[in-house]
């Protein structure tokens, strides 16, 4: 391009800018900001026609205005006039300023394409690539429907330069991912593809990028650039560093092109033309070869380019899975770098050979690195490292170190960080169970388990581990006899209390013969817990006394008592009491064959998914390591033998109400009689073993920091992943208000089955109202949906709804849940006061009840202008010239709910020497000032 000449050096502008950096406080910046733009709203409206220089130099300085932060309200039509000039200066700075200041939605978007579209046929190359970036960098929707069809003719002209077939490459890719219906497929792809073989390299990588793009949803139209990809990519491997000067990178030629051509590939199976794919193959060993030879330079940026294109070819390798000897080849590549002193070497490094795991080709080999990963999990200083250690292990385990990596990840389960204890837990139950040849082991490896992490072993562990016993006799008598032993330590973990009472309570009668295990013993061991456990776990253990009532009518007088004294049949908690007076009165007028039959052993569950494996699948999502189980090399029998069937339908799953199903007798409950319902525990015991699609997910990683953001704000992106991205734009008024929620589709596949469904806590139904429609269950690629959700605030309210999102992807069934931003100062309405009615109303809310005070750190910068948008989004008036010290803020503002307004006065002291804040706020009520107080705090 042009470069700008001396006679276009715009001293006025320079003078300005000086002067703006020479200000010594905010005001006289500001002072010397709206004297400049006084004097440029009178030079545009003036008589006098301004030529084109001037136009330039005040469009330009309304341009550094507006970077400073402040509001641009004219200018506009100035800046479109500048795009007709025939200079290149002017029409810079007039699509500089567009691309900044005007939005998509702005009146001039007509104006600015009439412009855009005679530069774009003057094919004076400049001013096409001017007009091309405009068009990327605005974006719309209407510049879509205006361009979507000119930029591919001409990014496929013979006679186009190539800066403008760059420009116009990286154009329709942007106008393409923010809409991909508006640009059409026609015979220009099948000639797009052919730029892989331009000469120029920037034309080749912008081109790659698109049809990397294109190809996913539309794969069969650009088949054939698989061949070009083969081809360039070999040309690049094969040079030397001096035959692309220009595209070379500290001695390694063109790494960010060969990376892309790398990507590309892997969007389509490996190459079924025997040339290509031996060319193909050629070119993966070259890479690997290279990687071997000592370093060039000693600079990062060196080493930092050749394993970005050595990463890339091994997820190519890995895509293919079709080549023993370069998966092979790959696996002691990355075995190499596990002790590499960079960490996110071998963060890399342990995420590859996880998935080479899965290989039948490569496992073996992943098999030689064993003690190095188990080394790695113990000296490993970073967390997210020892994370992929344990991920790695779980993916190289079979039956041949099942007993090894297993007794490790226990021992690393002693002192492992508190972030991943609980999927240590759920790898080390799924292994135990898969690989389990003795069934004693398994059982020993999950009491083990239990005790040393029994915090982070969730129900799905412990009920797997009473279905297994259930269903195998070979090991119900050792489990008995295991649990009573571990029971007698004398501090015992509550989910082993749960365990030992269901089990002794189905086959305490195959240990009993025992005199160190008689009937009388294992109740008084039992019953030596009760009154250290929870409400759910003293149900179960009434249900296995009054099994035991069965099995050993020795034991009934002593029991009776139990369940006729006071602290059962008048216990506080309506559940235990009616246990309680159900079971002696089932005890006492029952006869030996009722009792027999009512309370016989448990039948063997029916064959389904391992819920554990369901809940980790859930808590990794997709094409993680835990979905890897299907492409094993070792295939795995079921603990309970043969393959497991589909799971049961979710819909025949139901909470039972505190007085049904109490003794067990229905088909679901695992176990005696199952934790009582009302504790909230009853549905999870209905779908013990069913497919747990149905739950709701935990909250998705970093959802409390964006709701965080969204306190102060109504409108941006709430959520976002490789999948779905989450926005929301929401509008409040008094005590209502409504948001628009949108599901993108970031990928080409489609969302099936998609559920979004809104979820109150009991706590907060009372309290906040919400209605919203159903939306369309399927979600093409690359589309958005939208649900709008009404909201009444009927009182004050301190939790936030949940937002649970559930589909399937690609066969992958996919749960997220994020808290909606809904908030009590949502529903503020501002009140503008004077200084002397505000502090007088300050004094009347004197009370310690009424108000909260919090002194913190701040965790941002203090900036004087940010405070004051925050106070203002937070929805109370920012009042000025209120309070004695002028760097202190004040607010008012009224709540409203359905039932009541409640005034809300607010005061934040900023200390600058000491970064930290003072926050008092005043309320009629303590909950309000109480709540508002955390919100706000969290925002400095």
């Known amino acids: 391009m042009q470069a700008v000449s001396k006679g276009d050096g715009m001293r006025g502008l320079a003078v300005f800018i000086s002067d703006i950096r020479n200000c010594k406080s905010k005001e006289a910046e500001i002072k010397r900001i709206n004297k400049e733009l006084a004097n440029i709203r009178s030079k545009f409206k003036g008589d006098k026609a301004l030529d084109g220089y001037s136009k330039k130099k005040y469009v330009c300085k309304l341009l550094f205005i507006f970077l400073l932060g402040h509001d641009i309200d004219f200018g506009h039509m100035e800046a479109v006039n500048l795009l007709s000039s025939n200079r290149y200066t002017e029409k810079q700075i007039g699509y500089l300023f567009i691309s900044v200041l005007v939005n998509s939605n702005s009146e001039l978007i007509r104006l600015i394409n009439n412009a855009i579209k005679n530069d774009l046929a003057s094919r004076n190359p400049t001013f096409m690539c001017l007009a091309l970036h405009c068009i990327a960098n605005v974006g719309s929707r209407e510049m879509g429907e205006a361009f979507a069809a000119d930029i591919p003719r001409i990014l496929v002209a013979g006679d186009s330069m190539d800066s403008v077939k760059q420009s116009a490459a990286l154009c329709l890719l942007r106008l393409y991912k923010a809409s991909p219906d508006l640009v059409p497929m026609g015979e220009w792809t099948a000639r797009v593809v052919h730029l892989l073989n331009d000469q120029h390299m920037g034309v080749v990588t912008a081109a790659v990028s698109l049809i990397t793009c294109l190809c996913k949803k539309n794969p069969d139209d650009f088949k054939t650039c698989i061949s070009l990809a083969v081809s360039r990519l070999s040309r690049i491997v094969s040079s030397a560093s001096t035959d692309l000067q220009d595209y070379t990178y500290y001695f390694v030629p063109a790494p960010w092109l060969s990376v892309k051509l790398l990507r590309l590939l892997q969007c389509y199976p490996p190459p079924e033309d025997a040339a290509v794919k031996g060319r193909l193959v050629e070119c993966l060993e070259t890479v690997l070869n290279k990687a071997q030879e000592p370093p060039k330079s000693k600079k990062v940026q060196h080493s930092n380019a050749k394993n970005a294109i050595l990463f890339e070819t091994i997820s190519l390798i890995i895509h293919y899975d079709s080549e023993p000897n370069l998966l092979v080849r790959a696996c002691n590549q990355l075995g190499q770098f596990l002790q590499h002193r960079e960490t996110n070497l071998r963060y890399l490094a342990l995420e590859s050979m996880c998935t080479l795991a899965s290989s039948e080709f490569s496992h073996e080999a992943v098999k030689t690195h064993i003690e190095t990963v188990i080394n790695a999990l113990k000296t490993e200083r970073d967390v997210s490292v020892r994370q992929r250690a344990v991920d790695l292990l779980y993916a190289m385990c079979d039956r041949s170190n099942a007993p090894q990596i297993v007794a490790e990840m226990l021992s690393y389960l002693e002192t492992a960080d508190y972030s991943i204890r609980e999927e240590i837990v759920l790898k080390v139950a799924i292994l135990a169970e898969k690989y389990a040849v003795d069934y004693t082991w398994y059982v020993d490896t999950i009491l083990n388990l239990i005790r040393i992490a029994g915090d982070y072993v969730s129900e799905e562990v412990w009920y797997r581990v009473i279905q297994i016993v259930i269903n ?469």
């Open 472 to 940: 195998r006799d070979d090991v119900q008598g050792y489990a008995a006899k295991t649990v009573f032993e571990a029971l007698q330590a004398p501090a015992c973990h509550e989910n082993l209390v749960k365990v030992g009472g269901y089990i002794l309570g189905e086959f305490g009668n195959l240990i009993a013969g025992d005199p160190r295990s008689s009937p009388l013993i294992q109740f008084n061991l039992l019953h030596s817990k009760f009154h250290l456990c929870s409400v759910p776990t003293r149900a179960l253990l009434l249900s296995t006394y009054i099994k035991f009532v069965n099995l050993f009518p020795e034991v009934k007088p002593t029991i009776q008592d139990v369940l006729r004294s006071d602290s059962q049949l008048r216990n506080a908690d309506v559940e235990l009491q009616q246990r309680a007076v159900e079971y002696l009165r089932l005890s006492t007028v029952a006869s030996t064959d009722i009792l027999a039959t009512v309370l016989e052993e448990m039948p063997p569950f029916p064959e389904r998914e391992s819920s554990i494996l369901a809940k980790l699948k859930k808590k990794k999502g997709p094409s993680t390591v835990t979905d890897l189980e299907d492409t094993k090399r070792e295939r795995s029998v079921d603990v309970n033998g043969g393959p497991e069937p589909a799971p049961a339908s979710t819909s025949a799953v139901s909470t039972p109400s505190p007085s049904a199903d109490l003794l067990g007798l229905g088909a679901a409950p695992p176990a005696p009689a199952g934790p009582p319902p009302s504790s909230g525990s009853g549905g999870l015991l209905v779908d013990v073993f069913s497919d747990s699609a149905s739950a709701v997910a935990p909250l998705a990683p970093g959802s409390e920091d964006n709701f965080a953001r969204f306190v102060c704000k109504n409108n941006g992106v709430l959520f976002e992943n490789q999948l779905l991205q989450i926005g929301l734009k929401s509008e409040f008024r008094q005590n209502l208000g409504r948001m628009f929620i949108f599901y993108g589709n970031k990928t080409s596949t489609q969302f099936l089955n998609f559920t979004p469904t809104l979820i109150c806590s009991d706590d907060l139904q009372p309290h906040l109202n919400l209605q919203t429609k159903p939306v369309d269950p399927t979600v093409e690629g690359g589309a958005q949906v939208q649900q709008v959700v009404n909201i009444e605030c009927v009182s004050d309210f301190t939790e936030a709804p949940v937002l649970s999102i559930q589909f399937r992807y690609g066969g992958t069934f996919q749960n997220v849940s994020v808290q909606l931003p809904i908030t009590l100062n949502k529903f503020f309405q501002p009140t503008e006061m004077a200084s002397q009615d505000f502090f007088q109303r300050w004094k009347q809310l004197s009370n310690p009840q009424q108000e909260v005070q919090n002194i913190f750190k701040a965790k941002h910068p203090m900036d004087t202008e940010v405070t004051k948008a925050k106070i203002i989004g937070f929805g109370s008036a920012l009042l000025e010239e209120v309070d004695p010290n002028p760097a202190n803020f004040v607010g008012a503002g009224i709540i409203h709910t359905k039932t009541t307004q409640i005034g809300c006065l607010l005061r934040l002291e900023p200390n600058l020497q000491a970064q930290m804040y003072r926050l008092t706020l005043r309320t009629s009520k303590e909950a309000v000032s109480q709540r508002l107080c955390e919100l706000l705090s969290a925002q400095f």
